[in-house]
C-alpha cells in the first residue's frame, strides 16, 4: 500500500505563488506516475499536471506556463507542483495522485489552496 501525503496548501493573493508537495514514504520503488487533480465545490476533480517515471509532463490548459510540475525519484518519490500567477479560479483542494508499475492508483487525502482576489 502506498501512503501520499500533501503539503504546502494555504491562503494567497491573486498574484502570489506556492509550492505544493506529495511525498511516499516507505516505498522502495518508483512510482511510474504521479499527477495533481483539484475539485473546486461542486465541480468534478480534474488533473492539473502529470509527470511519468521519464520525466515527461502534461499540463491542463487552464495552468500552463503558470504551473510546473516535477519529482524527486532519490527522495522517496516526492511530487512537487510550483504554482505561480495564482487566481482565484485555482481556488481548489488538490490532490496528490499516484500509479505503480501494475497501474494501481492512490490518492491523498488533499491540501487546500485559496487564492484571494
Known amino acids: 500500500q502506498v501512503q501520499l501525503v500533501e503539503s504546502g496548501g494555504g491562503l494567497v493573493q491573486s498574484g502570489g505563488s506556492l509550492r505544493l508537495s506529495c511525498a511516499a514514504p516507505?516505498?522502495?520503488?518508483?512510482?511510474?506516475?504521479m499527477a495533481w487533480f483539484r475539485q473546486a465545490p461542486g465541480k468534478q476533480r480534474d488533473l492539473v499536471a502529470g509527470?511519468?517515471?521519464?520525466?515527461?509532463?502534461?499540463y491542463a490548459d487552464s495552468v500552463q506556463g503558470r504551473f510546473t510540475i516535477s519529482r524527486d525519484n532519490n527522495a522517496g518519490n516526492t511530487v512537487f507542483l510550483q504554482m505561480n500567477s495564482l487566481k482565484p479560479e485555482d481556488t481548489a483542494v488538490y490532490y496528490c495522485h499516484a500509479r505503480d508499475s501494475s497501474w494501481t492508483e492512490y490518492w491523498g487525502l488533499g491540501t487546500q489552496v485559496t487564492v484571494a482576489s
Open positions: 509527470i511519468n517515471d521519464a520525466d515527461m509532463t502534461t
Open positions: 516507505g516505498t522502495s520503488f518508483t512510482l511510474r506516475a
